[in-house]
């Protein structure tokens, strides 16, 4: 997720909690501890983006992850590219294939955790991973990466089991 | 994610939207539609569990979300077990390799969608899944489901693409 701080200087981190959280209006939420640096680049200006890497950048990723923004810039380290939101006061990773640009609209204080729920203003997405039938990002376009806790690595998506809304169906009738 | 009614009828419905919001204490959080029979349910108990499926039951899943508790008892439709959990007023499926038993501490109404964080009073995970070294759940072993909405479709995790808090360390450097 992408930040300005203070001074106008783009950062980036990797997160490991949030997701969708609300459907209308569209919503979704990053959880961050007070420490990180994006924790009060966010309280300040009340907005972030979510850029979506693909397998490639899985190093670019754990090391955005690592670092601290109060040390580094993490932007000029990686070659990666912070592009301006010209809708949220907020950077995003240009190279990445899908971006989310968010307004906060609520802070939940959860423990170590924040909560920011962000509005979503726009959803920007390289042409090639979208779906040719829904026109929307698919994961077997965007390969994006999964976090697995249990054994501290990185895994990507996997092949299709069934289709959504159908292989259940069977179970619907009788 | 698992609840009870209000006269003691177990339900399970499949959660699009949810994950892990807060270190300590440890809270997850799921977010749904107050169209759901189990937002009433929840709303009630103030208590339900979350229960990872495993890719064979995939169809299970996804009637999960087709049917509503309201018209049929999902569990004797499919023979999955509804267990009851000591710790909070909420049934798991026996069956599911990993279950989250949580104690609702937050409701948030974001709009369409409710948001339920809940703490997480234990985590109970079949021995077979366990990693060998950290004794955490590893998604290669639990095989978990992974739902891209931009295909309607339901994938599985992939293969490991590296190490966290170390494919990136190369960065860290210089």
Redesign the interface.
């Known amino acids: 997720m992408g930040t300005y701080d203070n001074n106008g200087k783009p950062n980036v981190m990797t997160a490991?909690?949030?997701?969708?959280?609300?459907?209308?209006?569209p919503?979704i939420?990053v959880?961050l501890?007070k420490a990180t640096y994006s924790h009060g680049n966010i309280m300040e200006k009340k907005a972030y983006t979510v850029s979506i890497a693909s397998?490639k950048y899985?190093?670019?990723?754990?090391?955005?992850?690592?670092?601290s923004g109060r040390d580094v810039d993490k932007f000029e380290?990686?070659g990666l590219t912070p592009t301006r939101s010209e809708l949220v006061d907020a950077p995003y990773i240009e190279e990445f294939p899908v971006i989310v640009e968010c307004k906060v609209v609520?802070i939940?204080e959860?423990?170590?955790?924040t909560?920011f729920?962000g509005e979503v203003m726009d959803v920007k997405s390289d042409e090639d991973v979208?779906?040719e039938k829904?026109k929307?990002?698919?994961?077997?376009s965007i390969k994006p990466?999964?976090?697995?806790?249990?054994?501290?690595?990185?895994?990507?998506?996997?092949?299709?089991?069934?289709?959504?809304?159908?292989?259940?169906?069977?179970?619907?009738e009788g």
């Open positions: 490991a909690y949030g997701g969708i959280c609300c459907a209308k209006p919503c939420n959880c501890r397998e899985v190093a670019e990723v754990d090391y955005f992850g690592m670092a380290k990686t609520e939940f959860l423990g170590m955790h909560m729920v979208l779906h829904t929307m990002p698919a994961m077997e990466l999964i976090f697995d806790i249990g054994t501290r690595s990185y895994l990507g998506v996997g092949d299709s089991l069934g289709r959504a809304y159908n292989i259940g169906k069977s179970l619907m």
